[in-house]
């Protein structure tokens, strides 16, 4: 079965207009949770910039060196999973060297599922993890790649289908590239077809040693580039992508649609008619994407956003025009970056965005919103994936940035004055949480203060405050409150985790998730883990799950008291 998991720490490899027409509609399968599979490459990169690109026997400087995780499949995968729109899988082989661990490691950061034993090939004669050398030229973006396939040609027919058979609930979209052996891809768009599941195909890179010929019939979206479509249909009679993309679906048997990227103009989405014809639409990033006035740094890895985006927006239930034209503005986003580097969903502008914590059964009723008092939408995101793991819970929640004074004292009487303070604020049901990093060597501070102590310290220096002492232990605190209005009750819950404080480890940019090394987490610090398996242990799960005890348990008197409150 697949789980996520880590196995590495700060690894030095791993840095990772839409016009409107007739809706076209996919059949979407009814699966569960409207998993994303995505079947293909993992590949470290290798990527050189310079301002020259070489002719051959020529030897130029260049301006910098990166090294990251890459191939097709997997920047598909961490794009898919960058939207946290649905559940991402990924079936692909690496080898048993640190670029493999460092693959697999960056799958287990962004959450995306994989089958460690079956995936890392083990034994003398095992081939090594496959190998992108790229160089990116400064000047306008575009790159050349050449690519050492290694442990992905090892993928058989027979590991797709065992491993897409084995996800124990039929898979929504299951998406291919031809970055693994062509027979493992076919299998791949076969067992997805008999399992009822969308089929993406992205032709990447081109065919040209074998035939094709058989994948259409498997196919529902066929997504090539113009180059990829033009050596596709070389000898079809079409010069132009309409033409070439209408010889894909009604002579060759694409299953529903052709959509053809078109780098910086956008796409192409050709779908079947109701005469028997197709018809045509030009989608392009929203008008409004922050981006677009933005300089183009690097084009690695555009495609494979557009596709891995494109999936996860359908998954959602999104039709194939808007789901194309948000997947134009991901992958126009993406390119503002140098590498294969994917915004996060908290990154993503309001164009972007589905809110993916409540079902579509949820939001279209009248739900009461309940509004969480923080500007920090990476904290939003956890805290919704938390409160939603229970189906019943009916209540919508959101956030506001408010400025409550700083309060001192108890934790639990800072969490009490705080939320009342913001009920009047918002004028209506609300929740805060406090969170705070006790010291046992130090009687329980920073405890509620270590917000100002990390901007004063930094992670060095709160390491530093312990270094006279032997005892490292710490425990992890939040405190949440809830509330129906200025007037009402106030609730409170209470959630620890107890651990120990280490030298920084894994990401920088959360806190001082870093440091702090819990009692059940396996050698890990919060940093290293996967939001999976920080959610099941962390302080702040343990507060909100007993919050959404109180809301499930309670849920009907709440909603009488927030209506009579209005």
Same mark, same amino acid.
Request: hydrophobic share 35%; no cysteine; aromatic share 4%.
């Given at each position: 079965m697949f789980r996520s998991f880590s196995l590495l720490l700060l690894n030095p490899f791993c840095g990772i207009q839409a016009t409107p027409t007739a809706a076209f509609s996919l059949i979407m399968s009814t699966a569960s949770k409207n998993r994303v599979v995505?079947?293909?490459?993992?590949?470290?990169?290798?990527t050189s910039y310079t301002p020259t690109v070489p002719v051959l026997g020529e030897t130029v400087m260049g301006t910098s060196f990166e090294t990251g995780c890459g191939g097709k499949g997997a920047n598909q995968a961490v794009a898919a999973a960058s939207l946290q729109i649905s559940p991402v899988s990924m079936i692909c082989r690496t080898g048993d060297d640190v670029f493999g661990k460092s693959l697999l490691a960056n799958f287990a950061r962004v959450g995306i599922q994989v089958d460690e034993k079956s995936t890392i090939l083990?034994?003398?004669?095992?081939?090594?993890?496959?190998?992108?050398?790229?160089?990116?030229?400064?000047?306008?973006?575009?790159?050349?790649?050449?690519?050492?396939?290694?442990?992905?040609?090892?993928?058989?027919?027979?590991?797709?289908?065992?491993?897409?058979?084995?996800?124990?609930?039929?898979?929504?979209?299951?998406?291919?590239?031809?970055?693994?052996?062509?027979?493992?891809?076919?299998?791949?768009?076969?067992?997805?077809?008999?399992?009822?599941?969308?089929?993406?195909?992205?032709?990447a890179p081109a065919p040209e040693s074998f035939s094709i010929e058989e994948f259409y019939r498997h196919v529902d979206i066929f997504i090539p580039n113009e180059t990829e479509l033009a050596k596709i249909c070389a000898g079809s009679g079409g010069d132009n992508e309409e033409d070439m993309a209408k010889y894909l679906l009604l002579d060759k048997g694409v299953g529903q649609a052709v959509v053809v990227t078109l780098g910086a103009r956008g796409a192409m989405v050709v779908t079947r008619n109701d005469h028997g014809g197709v018809q045509s639409t030009l989608v392009d990033a929203p008008a409004d994407l922050p981006c677009r006035n933005e300089k183009v740094q690097d084009t690695v890895g555009a495609g494979d956003a557009f596709c891995g985006a494109l999936s996860a927006y359908l998954s959602a239930g999104v039709n194939l025009v808007d789901a194309a034209g948000m997947a134009c503005g991901f992958a126009s986003m993406s390119v503002r970056r140098r590498g294969a580097s994917y915004p996060t969903a908290a990154e993503l502008p309001a164009s972007l965005r589905l809110d993916a914590s409540l079902s579509s059964a949820k939001t279209s009723e009248n739900?009461?919103?309940?509004?969480?008092?923080?500007?920090?939408? $990476?904290?939003?995101?956890?805290?919704?994936?938390?409160?939603?793991?229970?189906?019943?819970?009916?209540?919508?929640?959101?956030?506001?940035?408010?400025?409550?004074?700083?309060?001192?004292?108890?934790?639990?009487e800072i969490a009490t004055e705080k939320c009342r303070l913001a009920a009047q604020s918002v004028n209506g049901p609300c929740l805060t949480e406090d969170t705070s990093l006790c010291f046992t060597a130090l009687n329980g501070m920073p405890g509620p203060y270590i917000k100002w102590f990390l901007e004063k310290c930094g992670h060095d220096g709160l390491n530093s405050m312990l270094a006279g002492f032997d005892d490292k232990s710490a425990y992890a605190q939040t405190v949440v409150a809830f509330t129906t209005g200025p007037d009402a009750e106030i609730?409170?819950?209470?959630?620890?985790?107890?651990?120990?404080?280490?030298?920084?480890?894994?990401?920088?940019?959360?806190?001082?998730?870093?440091?702090?090394?819990?009692?059940?987490?396996?050698? $890990?610090t919060y940093a290293e883990m996967s939001i999976q398996e920080k959610n099941a242990i962390s302080h702040r799960s343990r507060s909100f799950a007993k919050l959404r005890s109180y809301l499930s348990e309670n849920a009907s008197s709440i909603k009488s008291e927030i209506a009579g409150g209005k």
């Open positions: 995505i079947v293909g490459s993992a590949n470290q990169d290798l083990t034994g003398a004669d095992s081939p090594s993890t496959g190998v992108a050398a790229i160089t990116v030229d400064t000047v306008s973006g575009d790159n050349m790649i050449i690519v050492t396939p290694g442990a992905n040609h090892a993928l058989t027919p027979q590991d797709v289908r065992k491993s897409l058979q084995a996800l124990g609930e039929p898979p929504a979209v299951v998406v291919v590239q031809l970055e693994i052996k062509p027979e493992a891809a076919l299998e791949a768009l076969k067992t997805a077809k008999e399992l009822g599941a969308t089929t993406v195909f992205n032709p739900l009461p919103t309940l509004t969480f008092v923080t500007g920090n939408k $990476k904290k939003l995101e956890e805290v919704r994936q938390i409160l939603s793991s229970s189906d019943e819970l009916p209540f919508d929640v959101t956030n506001q940035k408010i400025d409550l004074p700083e309060l001192q004292g108890d934790p639990l609730h409170v819950f209470d959630g620890r985790t107890s651990g120990k404080i280490v030298l920084p480890r894994g990401p920088l940019d959360f806190g001082w998730d870093p440091i702090f090394e819990p009692d059940e987490g396996k050698g $890990k």
